[in-house]
Every structure is written in structure tokens, then in C-alpha cells.
């Protein structure tokens, strides 16, 4: 799977777009893009995916480069429930076996404040 | 909304003991996965399971560990002798058979505790 890189760390104020970026300059013609976010040491929670087209859902929209090579995830209205540490995974799907999990990394932890 | 749950919330275990982890997928997912996440660290994969069997497993996963599938709804997770390292937060997910691309859902997680 490709390695993705997140900023450790963002600050959000609350009612504002979050915009968090992910680089994933290695990724492949078959790997998606999903993302996720745990809210204290609760279980990851599944927010949005996609290939190559932008997403969007009742949670955010998912921004896709033209080259694949970084995306964006959008939070339209953050607010103080939104803060978390969120998850960049690419995951190749061509493949049942040994590409079927999920490898997470560190994430970004966004603060959303008052 | 479907969702993936965990029981117990809290398992504290003596050393040495054997513990069972219980998770409900979503119903009519066909893909099962235990991960774990030592505090502070990163969620880290364990086991996949599909069709009444082991898919892929991690460096993590070895012969303590077991996983099983009893009936048509629980999936669970055995860790035979248990050690000290194995305190940690342990996620149950699901994923759908429709399209490989679809996504995993995660439980809560159990809070296991080696004393």
C-alpha cells in the first residue's frame, strides 16, 4: 500500500471549514483513498473514500488531485465534536488476500476550538 | 444506522489467563478484521478472516491467538496465556463482500487490561 503523510496537527475554529491534507505521491492506479477518525480511544470511525473523483456525504467531501498524488478532506462546519485524530489510508483493492487490511499511521489531531 | 459491536467494554485479566473478546459485525458483511492499539500508539492490524478462515494475519498474531467465528453473527477473539503486553484496545471490523473497495466499520473496541 502507499504511504500517505499528514501534519501532525491542526486548529480549526468552530462553525469554519476543516480542510486536512494528505500526501500520497506513491499511490497506485488501483488503491483508494479512505478516511477515518478516532474521537479518544474510541474505534475508527469511516468517514468518506474514493479513487480518483470527489466524493462528498452527510460528513464531508473527499478532494481528489487530478494527478491522485494528494487529496483533501473537507469538514463544511466543524464543530467541537469534530475534534479528532484523523486518518489518511490508501488501500489497494485489486487485491483480496494480503492488501485487504488497513494500515494506519499517526494521523492528524484536529483541535476544534470555541 | 448498522453497526459493529464489542463486549465486554472492560475485560481485566491475570497473567496467564485465557480471555475471549466478542464482536457482532454488521449483519450480511462477509469480512471480518481484529486490530489492536496499544495506548498511545498507532491502531495496528491482526487478523483477517473471510469464509470461515484466516485471509492474512500479522507478525502480532501468533499462536497465542486464535480467531473463530461459532455461528452466523459473533466473531471472536481468543487470547490463550495472556502477557502484559497484550494490554491494549482491541477493534472488531466488518467490511461488506459487495466491491473490495468497500470500507471497514469498527466496533468500540474492548479495553483489555493484563494485571
Known amino acids: 500500500d502507499a504511504k500517505t503523510t499528514q501534519p501532525p496537527s491542526m486548529d480549526c475554529a468552530e462553525g469554519r471549514a476543516a480542510n486536512l491534507p494528505c500526501n500520497h505521491s506513491t499511490i497506485s492506479g488501483n488503491e483508494y483513498v479512505y478516511w477515518y477518525r478516532q474521537i479518544h480511544s474510541q474505534g475508527p470511525q469511516y468517514i468518506i473514500h474514493?479513487?480518483?473523483n470527489n466524493e462528498t456525504n452527510e460528513m464531508a467531501s473527499l478532494i481528489i488531485t487530478e494527478d491522485r498524488k494528494s487529496s483533501t478532506l473537507i469538514l463544511p462546519h466543524a464543530t467541537l465534536r469534530d475534534t479528532a485524530v484523523y486518518y489518511c489510508?490508501?488501500?489497494?483493492?485489486?487485491?483480496?488476500?494480503?492488501?485487504?487490511?488497513?494500515?494506519f499511521g499517526t494521523g492528524t489531531r484536529l483541535q476544534v476550538t470555541l | 444506522e448498522p453497526e459493529v459491536t464489542q463486549t465486554p467494554s472492560h475485560q481485566v485479566t491475570q497473567m496467564g489467563q485465557e480471555v475471549i473478546l466478542r464482536c457482532v459485525p454488521i449483519?450480511?458483511?462477509?469480512?471480518f478484521y481484529w486490530y489492536r492499539q496499544i495506548l498511545g500508539q498507532k491502531v495496528e492490524f491482526l487478523v483477517s478472516f473471510y469464509n470461515n478462515e484466516i485471509s492474512e494475519k500479522s507478525e502480532i498474531f501468533d499462536d497465542q491467538f486464535s480467531v473463530e467465528r461459532p455461528d452466523g453473527s459473533n466473531f471472536t477473539l481468543k487470547i490463550r496465556s495472556t502477557k502484559l503486553e497484550d494490554s491494549a484496545m482491541y477493534f472488531c471490523a466488518s467490511r461488506a463482500g459487495t466491491g473490495f473497495h468497500q470500507p471497514q466499520h469498527f466496533g468500540d473496541g474492548t479495553r483489555l487490561s493484563i494485571l
Open positions: 474514493g479513487l480518483k
Open positions: 489510508i490508501v488501500r489497494d483493492t485489486l487485491n483480496t488476500g494480503t492488501a485487504s487490511k488497513l494500515t
Open positions: 449483519s450480511n458483511h462477509l469480512y
